[in-house]
């Protein structure tokens, strides 16, 4: 009887120690990075449209988001590549990398992509993992 408690015993104590190393060691490969389409699936494979759209009472659309004397986007078919007609070096607009990354990332405390959508790189770009190649995802206006 008192052997058969000392076994008990000990096999809760190891149990103890086997959950003790799992909770201290953490991280496994879920937790440990957000990488949208290589770890995660991708909630936004067109990019920009498919973040800014209409969701349900709400319009997230990029044509919202602009500054208010920006000229008509109404011609461009393809986001973001289209934008880029302006936004070039020697362009009338700033080149569109750094517009698009000021937009999202300044102000990280209060910056919704930052704060709702991890601020992950992955929501705007792919990585090839057979070449190694980064692209941006595009998609047709929806507007
Ligand atoms: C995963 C979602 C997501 C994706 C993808 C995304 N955005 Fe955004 N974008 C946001 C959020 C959230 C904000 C900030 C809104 C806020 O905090 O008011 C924002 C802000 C903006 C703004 C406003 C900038 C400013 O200075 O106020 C523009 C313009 C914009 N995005 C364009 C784009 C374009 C173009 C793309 C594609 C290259 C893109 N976004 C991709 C979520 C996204
Ligand atoms: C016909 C030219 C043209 C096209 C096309 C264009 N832009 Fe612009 N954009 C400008 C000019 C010029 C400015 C600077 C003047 C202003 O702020 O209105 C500007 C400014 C901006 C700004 C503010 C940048 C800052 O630093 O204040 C954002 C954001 C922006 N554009 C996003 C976009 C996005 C996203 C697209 C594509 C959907 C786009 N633009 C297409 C010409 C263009
Ligand atoms: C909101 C969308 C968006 C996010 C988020 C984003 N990028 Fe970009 N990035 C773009 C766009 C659009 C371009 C321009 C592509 C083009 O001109 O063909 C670009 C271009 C680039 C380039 C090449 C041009 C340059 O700036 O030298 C690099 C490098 C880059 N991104 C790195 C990053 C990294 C690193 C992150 C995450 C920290 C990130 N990007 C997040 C939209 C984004």
């Known amino acids: 009887m008192k052997k058969a408690r ?3 015993l ?3 104590l ?3 120690v086997v ?3 799992v909770i201290l060691s953490g991280a496994t490969a879920a937790d440990s990075a957000y990488l949208p389409g290589l770890l995660q699936t991708d909630g936004f494979p067109k990019g ?3 973040c800014h759209k209409v ?3 709400n319009d ?3 044509t919202k988001y602009l500054p208010k004397d920006h000229p008509d986007v109404g011609k461009l078919a393809t986001i973001p590549n289209d934008c880029a007609s302006c936004h070039k070096k020697g362009g009338a607009g700033p080149e569109l990398p750094a517009v698009m990354h000021l937009s999202h990332y300044q102000n990280t405390e209060k910056n919704g992509f930052v704060l709702y959508y991890k601020g992950a790189c992955l929501n705007c770009h792919t990585v090839d993992v057979k070449t ?3 692209s941006v995802k595009s998609g047709a206006k929806n507007w």
């Open 60 to 62: 997230y659309r990029i």
């Open 19 to 21: 959950a003790a190393a």
């Open 14 to 16: 190891a149990l103890g």
């Open 10 to 12: 000990l096999a809760l």
């Open 48 to 50: 920009c449209v498919d």
């Open 6 to 8: 000392t076994w008990v």
């Open 55 to 57: 969701d349900g009472k």
């Open 132 to 134: 190694g190649r980064v």
